[in-house]
């Protein structure tokens, strides 16, 4: 038993590690965006499946002799094929379709390896059921998310902060090479294993409606999974723990429903999943206003353990004979995948705003009432009538709710990147326009012709950028070239002279239109306009030297920050294209993050002097409070008349390593 425990664990361990591991080795080749991560997750999820399919196709149609040989030869392949370190002539030109490409250097670096970790749970389990006689395996499998929590959990707390990207690879090309080990020891030992025992000593077969079982309920907690976390980063702080939690709790359910009866009580978490999903359906209908941290995050991580313990719950109350184990994982797998799927992919296509968490409640409650529908109680017959008269109330009220969010909207649009909302407030003088996403402002612009070229939010006169560009155009005695990376609403374009050149960076195509049809800071600066499309870094890698005065950092959503954008290597691109003397601003504001160490670490190890500007809301002028930090090539330039007051030296809280492609630590920076 501890050699089988010793190998699920360990190969649940690795599948969990390798994904960020990977993920954010070649996070900076293809530009550090949500498409990176999203579109890893899509090929790991699918990976899965295969892997389940392989397993129940190795056990079903092979001896037990010929699944060991087959197994532990695609083993030393996968050996041989270490370390996972991605090849250098993979990375990007910058012309190709990048989902291709991180499918392909995925696939390349680690896939035959994941492939086989993924074989693990299933396959073991059966081996470990032929070799005890039938005995239920079904507690290895919470062994097994057991074994993923704590990878989860380990990997920003002790992996990542200590050691560098390249010797997490390695760590986890040794550890993945004693799992082969560990594999091929029980898989030789089990070539002598008895047959499966014929379908009349064993079981009875799984009918459809039991296949149907097996894949709805691991959809619907994936689609709650990849939803709330979603929700919780756009609506509280895009922070990692805020990624880390939600996956800690789902694996949580899977280990309690799993490891035994006695954890899930229908009495219990039925209940607790509906008032939970009565709370988040209040939540969601109060017109985006950001509740308190407070409310949201237990709410919605309650909401989630309690909606996965009724999943996983009924799931393990379901499960067959060991003899239909590998159809059982490989449902799960498909439903799992379903549910990321429909989330990460097919959402941000079809609808226009974030309606799959609505969906994924009212499916969860209409999954329960199924579940319960198939079982002859009273009690269960009951509790199925009222599950199916709750999702009706609940789809009615947040279709309504939902309705009415966008009666006041002029615009309402969705693509891989963000969901977005153009919106008017206010009266006469003080009227504005506000591009959102989520509760997050992106910008803003005033109505009036008045007003309409004052810039607001975090770049108004007194701010760190615009007294940055303001002290160039002295210094320049003419026309200026501003670099901004973030485009918002085009707000900086509102410093624009006759004779200037400001140049964009825009990863999202869909921001660039809404900028050009609902605001007119971009259509009414005297500078001329240029948006380079696509990641920043990216772009400005592969460009000639611009030689801008100024260049902005501000491709932060919120309390998000592209790590890529951070590093040493990314300051080094900057000053790339920064003329000497001029100065690079970068924004640093953020609720729940400290980056002004990070920012002060790049600018010490380039011989640059950093200095800190730290301004205050003005209502009147429709700016926000907001903190930039300057960097030039010397302190003579924080001489100028128009910095010399305001700019303040850089007095770093804590102290932090310098971050650069190949070591960060997020969690260090926690304020």
């Known amino acids: 038993m501890i050699l089988y425990a010793s190998t699920v664990f360990l190969s649940a361990f690795l599948l969990f590690q390798v994904q960020p591991v990977i993920a ?21 999820q699918l990976l899965l499946v295969a892997g389940y399919l392989y397993s129940y196709l190795l056990v079903h149609k092979l001896s037990s002799r010929a699944q060991a040989i087959v197994h532990v030869t695609l083993m030393v392949v996968a050996i041989a094929l270490l370390p996972i370190l991605p090849p250098d002539a993979w990375q990007p030109s910058g012309n190709e379709d990048p989902v291709g490409r991180i499918l392909i250097v995925l696939g390349i670096t680690v896939g035959l390896q994941y492939f086989l970790l993924s074989t693990t749970s299933p396959l073991v389990q059966s081996w470990y059921s032929r070799e005890k006689h039938g005995a239920m395996p079904y507690r290895l499998f919470a062994l097994s998310n ?19 990207s390249q010797l997490q690879a390695w760590l986890w090309s040794v550890l993945f090479a004693v799992f082969a080990v560990l594999v091929a020891v029980i898989g030789w030992r089990g070539r002598s294993f008895p047959p499966e025992p014929r379908a009349s000593t064993a079981a009875a077969a799984p009918a459809g409606s039991d296949y149907a079982v097996w894949i709805a309920l691991p959809a619907c907690a994936s689609i709650l999974l990849l939803a709330i976390t979603s929700h919780l980063s756009q609506n509280v702080a895009p922070m990692p723990f805020l990624w880390v939690l939600p996956l800690a709790l789902y694996l949580l359910t899977f280990i309690l429903c799993f490891e035994s009866s006695g954890w899930y009580r229908r009495w219990l978490f039925v209940p607790l999943m509906i008032i939970a999903f009565g709370g988040m359906g209040i939540t969601l209908t109060l017109d985006y206003h950001n509740q308190p941290l407070w409310v949201m995050l237990p709410l919605y991580a309650g909401g989630l353990f309690a909606a996965c313990m009724v999943c996983h719950g009924e ?12 159809a059982y994982y490989l449902m799960m797998s498909v439903g799992g995948a379903i549910g990321g799927l429909l989330v990460s992919l097919a959402a941000p296509r079809i609808f226009n705003d974030l309606y799959e968490l609505p969906i994924g409640i009212v499916a969860t409650v209409l999954a329960t009432a199924w579940v319960f529908a198939r079982e002859a109680t009273v009690t269960a017959q009951a509790a199925s009538r009222a599950s199916l008269a709750l999702a009706a109330i609940l789809a009615a009220g947040l279709t309504y709710a939902y309705k009415g969010l966008t009666e006041d909207t002029r615009v309402v649009v969705r693509n891989f990147y963000a969901a977005l909302r153009v919106h ?3 009266a006469d003088e003080n009227a504005t326009r506000v591009l959102t996403h989520g509760t997050i402002t992106h910008g803003k612009q005033f109505l009036s012709a008045a007003k309409r070229s004052w810039p607001t939010t975090y770049y108004g006169r007194k701010s760190g950028v615009g007294l940055a560009i303001e002290t160039q155009r002295t210094i320049a005695a003419g026309s200026i070239k501003i670099g901004v990376v973030g485009l918002g609403v085009g707000t900086l374009a509102s410093y624009g002279n006759a004779g200037d050149t400001v140049r964009i960076y825009e990863i999202d195509p869909q921001v660039v239109e809404l900028a050009r049809k609902e605001f007119t800071y971009l259509g009414d600066s005297k500078a001329k306009i240029e948006i380079a499309l696509g990641d920043a870094r990216l772009s400005m890698s592969n460009e000639a030297a611009q030689h801008f005065n100024v260049l902005a950092i501000d491709a932060f959503s919120s309390d998000s920050i592209p790590v890529h954008l951070l590093t040493l290597e990314a300051f080094k691109t900057y000053f790339k294209h920064i003329q000497p003397g001029g100065l690079l601003a970068v924004h640093i504001s953020n609720r729940h993050l400290d980056l002004q160490p990070v920012v002060a670490e790049a600018a010490k190890a380039l011989n640059k002097t950093a200095r800190l500007i730290d301004t205050d809301d003005e209502e009147s002028l429709g700016t926000y409070g907001a903190t930039w930090v300057l960097i030039g090539d010397s302190a003579d330039i924080f001489a100028h008349e128009k910095l010399k007051e305001v700019a303040e030296e850089l007095a770093p809280k804590r102290s932090v390593g310098l971050w650069t492609d190949n070591f960060s630590d997020v969690y260090r920076i926690l304020k």
């Open 146 to 164: 057991l074994g993923s929590m704590l990878a989860l959990l380990s990997y920003p707390i002790a992996f990542e902060p200590m050691l560098s």
């Open 424 to 426: 008017d407030s206010g």
């Open 315 to 326: 799931l393990a109350k379901a499960k067959p004979h060991p003899r239909h184990l590998t």
């Open 24 to 44: 954010k080795m070649i996070l900076p080749w293809f530009g550090g965006s949500s498409a990176v991560w999203t579109t890893c997750l899509l090929f790991f």
